[in-house]
Structure formats: C-alpha cells, structure tokens
C-alpha cells in the first residue's frame, strides 16, 4: 500500500526534510523515533516519513535538552500528550506551566551559587577560615545528599 505523502492536512516528510527543517542529524531523528519521543510511517520499502507536526516535537525536544532536562523527563512530558497527537494551546500551557516552576528552581539555584561564590571571591583572600563554602571533613554531609549550601544548608561545626 502507497503511503500518501501530500496529503494537505498534515503531510509526510522525509527524515531529510525534517532534519533540514529542525536543524538536527539525521541520525539524532533516528534516534529520538527510537527512544518513542517522535512517531514515524515505513513506506513498503522501508523508508521513514514524518507527519509535518513531528517538527513541533523535535522543537520541544531541543529546547528542553537547552534547558537542561534529560531525555527521559521530556519523554515524560511527551507521553502526556495523547497518542503523540500535534500539542494544542491547552497541552503547551499545561507543560510550560511545569517547566516554568522548574526553570525558577533553576534559577534560583544558580542565584544562590552565584551569591555565594563572589562573596566569597569578592573578598579577595579566599581563607579557608572564612570562606562559607570551606566544608572541612565534609560535615555537611550528614544532612544528605547533593549541593547542600546551595540547598540553604548551613555548615556544621567539627565537634
């Protein structure tokens, strides 16, 4: 059976077209139809096509990796939508308001590093009896994993 590549309400793409449109290698494409976070039509011969609205996905797929997110998370955020459907206004609002919330995370995150790291390089004599990054015996770890100073964590006095 002939796939029908002109149709007008959402036509197929070749992987060139679509790797030309987006930007990306042709075997990032591959990959991402591997990893199910872009649908793909097989011709009788084998050859892959894309539906126009897969360039929207790939899109998403770029700009969240800029972000930060792993694979796996915008896998996640891609299979909330139904059956890998274009996204309508409702669906992009839904997943921007959650990575909004993250994106601020982010940034204050990176503002509290920030202030702490040119304070303590602002003084100018990077003391390690001074500086409030210095964690001597790494104390800090008895509060958990992770960036504990940047969680807001205070240090710990050696007993």
Known sequence: MAIDTKST???LLSI???????????????????ENLIPSTRSASGHRFFHRSVIRRISFILISQNLGYSLQE???ALDSLPDN????????????????KDIESKINELKALQSKLSGCIGCGCLSLKKCKLYNLDDHISKKGAGARFLLGDKPIKAS
């Open 9 to 11: 309400k959402d036509p």
């Open 16 to 34: 060139g077209k679509i790797a030309k449109r987006t930007g990306s290698s042709v075997s990032a494409i591959r990959f991402y139809e591997s």
């Open 74 to 76: 915008i896998k996640l």
């Open 85 to 100: 459907r274009t996204p309508n206004k409702a669906d992009w609002d839904r997943l921007s308001r959650r990575f909004s």
